[in-house]
């Protein structure tokens, strides 16, 4: 199984900061990953594809990056409804895995 | 619209049984492969199963190999989750998401709690 590990757990930072976010695997996964956001009591949506591909409605502050095992969601300047919990999420290989979140919340 | 609605969930005690379903509209449904995704109350998204888009192919993580099985009907455009031998981990909400063309989840339901508990 691909365990992805997600860093940091928790991004404290203030409306208008740059949020980078890490997302590691433990093999390749090629470009086969995604982000998805998570506010509470709602379900995820996707945010990127293939690793740096915007989903359809996405702004574009935000932008993904990376092949292989290192990836990065970075999110150019913090609007107040981007603070929630970020999934990194890869279909290179069944079973099919997330890293475990990192929230994004307000300094 | 696109939509997926899910069902059933409920409280059950354990080694009880419930099935859940997703009911799709807005897209073609049997265009497209589905997957079930859970989350345990205050817990991360874990990628329980999913189907291919005529039903021939299906994938479980191995905590419910056995013990879960997916399926659909495309022509009422619903997919299920028939869980047997439910076990305590197993509480969790459960979304029905669509696969997408991008290959990735690209539409969620507001998902169904299931509760196993004596």
């Known amino acids: 199984e691909i365990v992805l590990t997600q860093s940091p757990d928790t991004l404290s930072l203030s409306p208008g900061e740059r949020a980078t976010l890490s997302c590691r695997a433990s093999q390749s996964v090629g470009r086969y990953l995604a982000w998805y956001q998570q506010k509470p009591g709602q379900a995820p949506r996707l945010l990127i594809y293939d690793a740096s591909n915007r989903a359809t409605g996405i702004p574009a502050r935000f932008s993904g990056s990376g092949s292989g095992t290192d990836f990065t969601l970075t999110i150019s300047g913090l609007d107040p409804e981007d603070f929630a919990v970020y999934y990194c999420?890869?279909?290179?290989?069944?079973?099919?895995?997330f890293g475990q979140g990192t929230k994004v919340e307000i300094k | 619209e696109v939509q997926v609605v899910e069902s059933g969930g409920g409280l059950v005690q354990p080694g009880g049984s419930l099935r859940l379903s997703c009911v799709a509209s807005g897209f073609t449904f049997g265009d497209y492969s589905m997957t079930w995704v859970r989350q345990a109350p205050g817990k991360g998204l874990e990628w329980v199963s999913s189907i291919s888009e005529r039903g021939g192919d299906s994938y479980y993580r191995d905590s419910v190999k056995g013990r879960f099985i997916i399926s659909r009907d495309n022509s009422g455009n619903t997919l299920y989750l028939q869980m047997n031998n439910l076990r305590v981990e197993d509480t969790a909400n459960y979304y029905c998401a669509r696969r997408g063309w991008s290959g990735a989840m690209d539409y969620w339901g507001q998902g169904t709690l299931v509760t196993v508990s004596s």
């Open positions: 999420h890869q279909r290179y290989q069944w079973p099919r895995t």
